[in-house]
């Protein structure tokens, strides 16, 4: 990848983040330029998994500081979360490469309105 493209891609993220920090949904920038600058796409939904790992783990740790998280009634979703996510992990690289880049897009356009509706904005 060239100096440009990687600087256009820092901006991208840093884009995605803002609207993450404010609205949530931020992946939902970032995924669909990786896989447009040609990144494989197991390596485009794993890069942008990463990002959200932090970003994520960063805001509950806020609220596990700030007492807003209830232990035993959160123990049994993120359990669950745990167990996709691995299974998850461990299924995309036998996934067809091909098949995924085709389904990208429309799986994109399928959570993407019910990320922005269901998000952190409409609860504030």
Request: without cysteine; positive net charge; proline residues 6%.
């Amino acid at each position: 990848m060239s100096p440009s493209l990687l600087a256009e891609l820092a901006m991208v993220g840093l884009v995605a983040g803002f609207v993450d920090a404010i609205a949530g949904g931020g992946g939902l920038i970032t995924l669909p330029a990786l896989a447009l600058v040609g990144l494989d796409p197991v390596a485009a939904v794993a890069t942008n998994k990463l990002g959200g790992v932090f970003g994520s783990g960063s805001a509950t740790l806020a609220f596990a500081r700030a007492g807003e998280i209830d232990a035993r009634t959160m123990a049994e979703p993120a359990l669950a979360a745990l167990l996709g996510s691995i299974v998850g992990a461990l299924a995309l690289p036998y996934a067809p490469r091909q098949a995924l880049a085709a389904a990208l897009p429309f799986v994109l356009v399928v959570v993407a309105p019910r990320r922005w509706t269901s998000g952190s904005a409409r609860r504030a």
